[in-house]
């Protein structure tokens, strides 16, 4: 199971980008994934979060109405489309999931200490 982050950069306040994580080695389709984020001196938290059977999805409330999230499981490939980029973004952002599916609901999204695959990360900087 792999999961690789793409997509992060130095972006101005106000600015997008599309995160990506392609995935190998498991089917996409089966299970919950999900964005996560670690800014300087906090915790990880959960940004957004996709199910594995009905397309549900979370969002933390800082970034309900900017970011979207989304599968391709065609593709093998989640993405997390930022738009209206704060300096509050900044961070290195996971991508992650776990090794058998598991039930999805909004905790999945939450306990981010249970989920049990990571990607390398992708740093994410909002400034002018």
């Known amino acids: 199971v792999q999961l690789v982050e793409s997509g992060g950069g130095l972006v101005q306040p106000g600015g997008s980008l599309r995160l990506s994580c392609a995935t190998s080695?498991?089917?996409?389709?089966?299970?919950?994934i999900g964005w996560f984020r670690q800014a300087p001196g906090k915790e990880r938290e959960g940004v957004s979060c996709?199910?594995?059977?009905?397309?549900?999805?979370y969002y933390t409330p800082s970034v309900r109405g900017r970011f979207t999230i989304s599968r391709d499981n065609a593709n093998h490939t989640v993405y997390l489309q930022m738009n209206d980029l704060k300096p509050e973004d900044t961070a290195v952002y996971y991508c992650?999931?776990?090794?058998?599916?598991?039930?999805?609901?909004?905790?999945?999204?939450?306990?981010?200490?249970?989920?049990?695959?990571w990607g390398q990360g992708t740093q994410v900087t909002v400034s002018s």
């Open positions: 080695g498991f089917n996409l389709d089966r299970y919950p």
């Open positions: 996709i199910s594995n059977t009905d397309g549900s999805t």
């Open positions: 992650a999931t776990d090794r058998i599916p598991r039930k999805y609901g909004i905790s999945w999204c939450l306990f981010y200490k249970y989920r049990e695959v």
